[in-house]
Nanobody, 128 residues
């Protein structure tokens, strides 16, 4: 059974950067879509970015419109990890960030309920 652990969260000023990492143990990410979600206090968990496994490889990453151009999802195969580089952070980016893995079809890529494995989350706070 795979176990996901996020790291890299913290407090940063608006305009700053953070790099989150999601490390997997128990198996590799190969064959599974890996995604990042976030949840702000009092709000629903929302999709941030995903690397979708399709046709035997990872395709072009997907991003929420709110983070496109600022966030980058990438894989570190040597570490069996998936990172989320977050630049030009805004106070609205504040929340708990979770990584997840699963095998969603494309139309369900942004649906948290489809993912079968989740990490415990790492907190990101962006001050204005």
């Amino acid at each position: 059974q795979v176990h996901l652990v996020e790291s890299g969260g913290g407090l940063v000023q608006a305009g700053g950067s953070l790099r989150l990492s999601c490390a997997a143990s128990g198996r590799t990410f190969t064959g599974y879509t890996v995604a990042w979600f976030r949840q702000a206090p009092g709000k629903e968990r929302e999709f941030v970015a995903a690397n979708r496994w399709t046709g035997g490889t990872y395709g072009t990453p997907y991003y929420a419109d709110s983070v496109k151009g600022r966030f980058t999802i990438s894989r570190d195969n040597a570490k069996n990890a998936v990172d989320l580089q977050m630049n030009s952070l805004k106070p609205d980016d504040t929340g708990t960030y979770y990584c997840a893995s699963g095998r969603p079809i494309l139309s369900a890529l942004r649906s948290a309920g489809i993912y079968t494995t989740w990490g415990q989350g790492t907190q990101v706070a962006v001050s204005s």
